[in-house]
């Protein structure tokens, strides 16, 4: 939100709510011969959202991705690569779905991690 001035008078923006929410989730997914999508969260509330969280990687072989996918399934910037027992705090704004991606070669190797984010949209 931003404030107009001018040499007469300071108005800003109206106030709006704002809701927040906070979870956190263990992840797993078990590796296979191509690369798997783990979809850690899915936002089904609204486009205007902003999450800050982290994910953490403690059980695996090889590196795994973090990516943050707009509302057409585009990452959102560069995903994020970890490697076991690393762990990456982030914040994003306009996503509609945050997934760990699984190396391809990892048949029956398990992945496990944990994922939190708090949200925050406006309430209508």
């Given at each position: 939100m931003g404030c107009n001035s001018s040499s007469s008078a300071l108005s800003c923006c109206p106030n709006k709510e704002f809701v927040q929410d906070k979870v956190c989730s263990p992840w797993s997914g078990l590796g296979a011969v191509a690369a798997v999508d783990v979809i850690v969260y899915t936002n089904n509330i609204t486009q205007n959202i902003v999450g800050?969280?982290?994910?953490?990687?403690?059980?695996?072989?090889?590196?795994?991705?973090?990516?943050?996918?707009?509302?057409?399934?585009?990452?959102?910037?560069?995903?994020?690569?970890?490697?076991?027992?690393?762990?990456?705090?982030?914040?994003?704004?306009?996503?509609?779905?945050?997934?760990?991606?699984?190396?391809?070669?990892?048949?029956?190797i398990t992945f496990q991690g944990e994922f939190c984010i708090t949200t925050r949209y406006p309430i209508s």
């Amino acid at each position: 939100m931003g404030c107009n001035s001018s040499s007469s008078a300071l108005s800003c923006c109206p106030n709006k709510e704002f809701v927040q929410d906070k979870v956190c989730s263990p992840w797993s997914g078990l590796g296979a011969v191509a690369a798997v999508d783990v979809i850690v969260y899915t936002n089904n509330i609204t486009q205007n959202i902003v999450g800050t969280g982290y994910l953490q990687y403690d059980i695996g072989s090889g590196n795994v991705s973090l990516e943050v996918l707009d509302s057409t399934g585009a990452v959102i910037g560069t995903a994020i690569t970890l490697t076991p027992g690393t762990s990456v705090a982030f914040t994003y704004r306009r996503f509609s779905a945050i997934q760990v991606v699984l190396p391809a070669a990892s048949a029956g190797i398990t992945f496990q991690g944990e994922f939190c984010i708090t949200t925050r949209y406006p309430i209508s």
